[in-house]
């Protein structure tokens, strides 16, 4: 059974820092990419960002220049670091795994910026 896990999510004052990760159980081949989504309340979910299996990173224009997305492959890992954190960047957090017959999502963990 595959199994996405999150951690790292708190309450963290405006222009401060974070970092999210998701870890992966279970044996998931074939992985083409791994990706972060949020979602505020009363809001659709959201593309964060992408980390591909060929090393490529993608941004939203939202968190370009203030999020950095790393994977660790052999321990099945993917983070997000985040900093200069605005409180518009509250939200759920999601890591999601793409593979080629298969998606996963992670039960999300929640960042709340706030002074």
């Known amino acids: 059974q595959v199994q996405l896990v999150e951690s790292g999510g708190g309450l963290v004052q405006p222009g401060g820092s974070l970092r999210l990760s998701c870890t992966v159980s279970?044996?998931?081949?074939?992985?083409?990419?791994m990706r972060w989504y949020r979602q505020a309340p009363g809001k659709q979910r959201e593309w964060v960002a992408t980390?591909?299996?060929?090393?490529?990173?993608y941004y939203a224009d939202s968190v370009k220049g203030r999020f950095t997305i790393s994977r660790d492959n052999a321990e099945n890992t993917v983070d997000l670091q985040m900093s200069s954190l605005k409180p518009e960047d509250t939200a759920v957090y999601y890591c999601k795994v793409v593979a080629l017959r298969n998606e996963y999502w992670g039960q999300g963990t929640q960042v709340t910026v706030s002074s």
């Open positions: 279970g044996s998931i081949s074939s992985i083409s990419s």
């Open positions: 980390v591909t299996r060929s090393g490529g990173r």
